[in-house]
C-alpha cells in the first residue's frame, strides 16, 4: 500500500524551545514564548508583543560555531540549528548529503542584515558583505554549503504558507522519483521590515493572541525554523531506519479573493483540504487532530473557521492553533506546525488553544482548550498566506 | 506520464521580443550600464489605477501572462507557478527606504503588501480568478528553473492540463548600486561593452518577464516541447562535462544530437570560464548567446527558453544571436539544450525538442 512519503527525521526551533524535546516540554506544560519584543531594535517595542528566541545573533553563532564575520543571516542561524537536530534525528552524516535535495522557505530570508545595514552600506565597506544575502536564495545556498547539500536546492517563498509548501514540493520530488532524501521546511526570523509591515496593516495585538476567540484582535508574531527529513521507502529500508510518521496527503490552492484578506468562505482553504484528502485517499471522519492555522486576527479565524465547518459538515475533529505557544512564524510556521503534529502522533496527545474564552459570534466553534491525551492517528494541518496562497498538510502514523 | 509542451508564450524584455520582431532586428545594447525592459502598452491589459500602483514586475507579468495564455487558449490553469531571483525589490525597497528614512512612522501598507514574494503569482491568480496550485521559487539564478521542474512534476504525476509558468526580475535603484559596490555588477563605463569578446569583473544587469503556458497535448500554437530540466546548486568546474554527459544520457541523447546549445555568457571574467568549459564538449553543436542583448538577471534563462522555443518552431537562427561563432550545423534543429549559471552556482540544464 502506498503510505505516502516517510519523514524521518525533524528538528525545530522556536520561541518555546531550542529543539523538540524543549517544544514538547512546553506545549504539554502550556507554557508559552510570547513575550516583549528584545533583541530587535524598533520603536514599536511598546505596542506589540511577539514571539522571540531569546538568543542574540552572536549566541546563535556560538551555537553553530560559525566563523566571522559570515554573511548568515538570523533566518538562515534558526534554520541551521533546525536542520542540524533534523539530520541527528534522521541519523544522516554530514558526509552523506551530497546526494540530498533541500527545499527551503523563508519571507525574510537577509532582510534583517540589509535593514541593518542598509543606510551604510555604500560608505561603509565593513558589513557590504551581507548585500550578498539581499535576495532569499542566497541565504539557502549558503546553507546548503554549510551542510555540504550539493543537490537539487531551491527555495519557496509564498508568504505564511511557505513550508508547507516546501514539505509538498519535497514529496513530490521523491514520489517522482527525483530525490530520495530531501530536507524540507521553513525559516523565518524576525525584523523591523515585518513587524512595521504587519503594523501598517493594523493586524497586530498589543496582548496575547486568541486564536478562535470572539475578543480576538490580532496575531503576535513570532521567529523560528523547523525542519523535515523527508525520505524514500527504498532509501529507509537500504538503512533500516524506522520513520517517525508519514506524509500522505498534501495540497495548495489559492483563494483568488484578495492579496491580503481571505475570502468570507475560505474557498481556497476548503479546496486545499478537499485535495490533501484526496491525495491521501482518505476521509476527513479519520482526522483525530487539526492544527489549525488560526493566526487570531479577526479576518483569518473567521474565513478558516467557516472553512472547517463546510468542510467537515459541521462535525469538526478535535482542533487548536498553536500560535498562542510560538506566535506566527510566517514561513516557518507550518514546519514548526508540522513538527507539533508529528509529535501528537508519536505522543497521542493533542494540544491546548491558549487564551481562548469566548466563542465567536458567528457560529459555534470551540478549539480544544486543554491538553488531551487520546489515540492520535491521523492529523491535518493548515497553512494560509498572502496573495491567498492556502496549503493542507496530512500526517499519519 | 504525460508530456510537457510549450503552447503559448508572452516576452517582455529589452528586446522587441514582445513584439516579436527580435528574430528580424535586435536593438544594440551595448553602451548600456543597466539594461531596461521595453515597457510594453500596460494600458491594454490593466486598469490605470492599477497601473499607477503596481511595480514593473507585476505589471510585466500581467501583460506578458495574458499574451502568452491568450495565444495557447488556455480557459482553464491548473498551475501558476512564478520564479523571480529579486521579487518584488522595488516594493521592498520603497518601504525600506520610508522605514528608515522616516525613522518607522508614517509607513503604510502597500509596499509592504505588493513586497511579499509571491505577489506576481498571487495577483495573476486574482486577475484570472484562478483557484488553482500557486507557487513562487526564489531561488537565485535557479528560481525560474525549480518553476519549471515543478511543472514538470506534474505532467509527470498527471495532476494538470495546463499551467502558466514564469520567470521575473526588475530593476531598482539602490538595489543596483548595492550590487555595483560588491562587484555583482559593473560599475558605470562610458561606451560601447562586447560582454561575448571583452570580459571584466561583474555583470550589466538587466530585467525581463516571460511567460509560458505549459500543456500536456500539443496544438495549433505549439512551440516546441520540453524534456527535461535539472538544477544543481554547486559545481566545480572540472565536474560539468559529466553533468551535462550525465544530463544527456538520462535522456537517452549523445552529444552531436543537440544542435543548438544556448549558452549564458554575461561577460564576468571570473564566471564564464564555466561557459567555456561546456562549449568545449560541444563540437558539433551551433552556440548561442543572449545575455549581450538582454542583460543579465536572476531569471534570465527564462528569456533563453524563449528563444529556444522560437528557434524550434520557425527553425531560423538569428544571426544576432551567434556572437563570434558560426551555424554548425545547417540541417534541421531537433534539440536545444540551455545551460546557465550564475556567479558559480545553480548551474541549470533545460532540454527542449522540435514537435
Not at chain 1, 524551545?17 to 516583549?36: P, R, V, Y
Not at chain 1, 490580532?218 to 523535515?228: I, S, T, W
Not at chain 1, 508519536?346 to 487520546?374: S, V
Not at chain 2, 530593476?171 to 562587484?183: D, F, M, P, S, V
Amino acid at each position: 500500500m502506498d503510505r505516502g512519503v516517510a519523514i524521518s527525521g525533524m528538528g525545530i526551533v522556536s520561541a518555546i524551545g531550542m529543539n523538540a524535546k524543549e517544544n514538547f516540554e512546553a506545549l504539554k506544560k502550556g507554557q508559552h514564548g510570547i513575550s516583549e519584543v528584545e533583541l530587535v531594535d524598533t520603536i514599536l517595542k511598546e505596542n506589540i508583543l511577539v514571539g522571540e528566541i531569546k538568543k542574540s545573533n552572536q549566541e546563535l553563532e556560538q551555537i553553530l560555531k560559525l566563523p566571522t564575520p559570515n554573511s548568515f543571516s538570523r533566518s538562515s542561524m534558526l534554520g541551521m540549528i533546525a536542520i542540524k537536530e533534523a539530520f541527528r534525528d534522521a541519523e544522516i552524516q554530514v558526509k552523506d548529503n551530497t546526494s540530498m535535495a533541500f527545499v527551503n522557505s523563508t519571507t525574510v530570508g537577509g532582510m534583517d542584515m540589509v535593514e541593518k545595514f542598509y543606510d551604510s552600506f555604500l560608505t561603509d565597506k565593513k558589513n557590504q558583505h551581507y548585500i550578498s544575502v539581499n535576495d532569499a536564495g542566497s541565504n539557502t545556498h549558503l546553507m546548503a554549503d554549510y551542510f555540504n547539500i550539493k543537490g537539487f536546492v531551491t527555495t519557496i517563498s509564498t508568504a505564511c504558507s511557505s513550508a508547507a509548501n516546501a514539505i509538498m514540493l519535497g514529496a513530490r520530488l521523491i514520489k517522482s522519483g527525483r530525490a530520495e532524501k530531501v530536507v524540507v521546511g521553513g525559516m523565518d526570523g524576525l525584523c523591523k521590515f515585518t513587524l512595521n509591515g504587519f503594523n501598517t496593516l493594523m493586524l497586530q495585538s498589543n496582548g496575547f493572541n486568541k486564536p478562535f476567540d470572539d475578543e480576538r484582535v490580532g496575531l503576535n508574531l513570532g521567529e523560528g525554523a523547523a525542519y523535515l527529513i523527508l525520505e524514500s521507502q527504498s532509501s529507509l529500508q537500504k538503512r533500516d531506519k524506522t520513520p517517525l510518521a508519514y506524509l500522505t496527503g498534501y495540497a495548495n490552492a489559492n483563494d483568488a479573493y484578495h492579496q491580503t484578506a481571505s475570502s468570507e468562505q475560505g474557498e481556497g482553504a476548503f479546496l486545499a483540504m478537499k485535495k490533501a484528502f484526496e491525495v491521501a485517499g482518505i476521509q476527513p471522519e479519520q482526522v483525530d487532530y487539526i492544527n489549525a492555522h488560526g493566526t487570531a486576527t479577526p479576518n483569518n479565524d473567521l474565513s478558516e473557521g467557516r472553512a472547517l465547518l463546510n468542510f467537515f459538515e459541521n462535525k469538526i475533529p478535535d482542533f487548536s492553533s498553536t500560535k498562542p505557544f510560538t506566535g506566527h512564524t510566517l514561513a516557518a510556521a507550518a514546519s514548526i506546525e508540522a513538527v507539533f503534529s508529528i509529535l501528537a502522533l508519536r505522543e497521542n496527545i493533542i494540544y491546548p488553544n491558549l487564551n481562548f474564552k469566548t466563542k465567536m459570534k458567528e457560529f459555534d466553534l470551540t478549539p480544544q482548550i486543554e491538553i488531551k491525551k487520546k489515540e492520535v492517528n491521523t492529523v491535518l494541518s493548515n497553512s494560509f498566506g498572502f496573495g491567498g496562497n492556502c496549503s493542507s498538510l496530512i500526517f499519519e502514523k | 506520464m504525460n508530456s510537457c509542451f510549450i503552447n503559448g508564450i508572452g516576452c517582455v524584455s529589452a528586446q522587441n521580443t514582445f513584439e516579436n520582431t527580435f528574430f528580424e532586428d535586435a536593438i544594440d545594447i551595448s553602451n548600456l550600464n543597466i539594461v531596461k525592459a521595453i515597457k510594453p502598452n500596460y494600458k491594454s491589459f490593466i486598469p490605470p489605477a492599477s497601473i499607477r500602483r503596481m511595480s514593473a514586475g507585476v505589471k510585466n507579468s500581467i501583460v506578458a501572462s495574458s499574451v502568452a495564455i491568450k495565444e495557447a487558449s488556455a480557459d482553464q490553469l491548473d498551475g501558476i507557478i512564478v520564479g523571480t531571483g529579486l521579487g518584488c525589490i522595488q516594493d521592498s525597497e520603497n518601504f525600506l527606504n520610508k522605514m528608515i528614512g522616516y525613522n518607522e512612522e508614517y509607513l503604510t501598507p502597500t509596499a509592504f503588501i505588493q513586497s511579499t514574494h509571491n505577489t506576481v503569482s498571487g495577483q495573476i491568480a486574482l486577475k484570472l480568478k484562478c483557484k488553482a496550485y500557486n507557487f513562487t521559487y526564489v531561488n537565485t539564478g535557479g528560481s525560474f528553473q525549480s518553476a519549471l521542474i515543478d511543472g514538470l512534476l506534474m505532467f509527470e504525476g498527471e495532476e494538470a492540463n495546463n499551467i502558466l509558468i514564469g520567470g521575473v526580475d526588475e530593476h531598482a535603484e539602490y538595489t543596483n548600486k548595492l550590487y555595483q559596490a560588491i562587484g555583482y555588477y559593473r560599475q558605470d563605463e562610458e561606451g560601447k561593452k562586447n560582454i561575448l569578446k571583452q570580459r571584466k569583473s561583474g555583470v550589466i544587469p538587466g530585467e525581463g518577464a516571460s511567460y509560458f503556458v505549459l500543456g500536456n497535448e500539443q496544438s495549433d500554437s505549439t512551440y516546441a516541447k520540453i524534456l527535461d530540466v535539472q538544477l544543481v546548486n554547486k559545481l566545480d568546474q572540472i565536474d560539468l562535462p559529466s553533468f551535462i554527459l550525465d544530463f544527456l544520457s538520462k535522456n537517452e541523447l549523445k552529444l552531436d544530437e543537440i544542435d543548438v546549445v544556448i549558452l549564458g555568457n554575461n561577460g564576468d571574467d571570473e564566471f564564464d570560464t564555466y561557459y567555456d568549459e561546456a562549449s568545449s564538449i560541444f563540437e558539433s553543436s551551433t552556440l548561442l548567446y543572449y545575455k549581450h542583448l538582454f542583460g543579465e538577471f536572476l531569471t534570465s534563462s527564462s528569456v533563453a527558453t524563449y528563444i529556444a522555443a522560437k528557434i524550434l518552431r520557425e527553425q531560423v537562427i538569428p544571426e544576432h544571436l551567434l556572437g563570434e561563432q558560426k551555424v554548425r550545423k545547417s540541417d534541421k534543429i531537433g534539440n536545444i539544450l540551455i545551460y546557465n549559471q550564475y556567479r558559480g552556482k545553480d548551474h541549470s540544464l533545460i532540454l527542449m525538442e522540435d514537435v
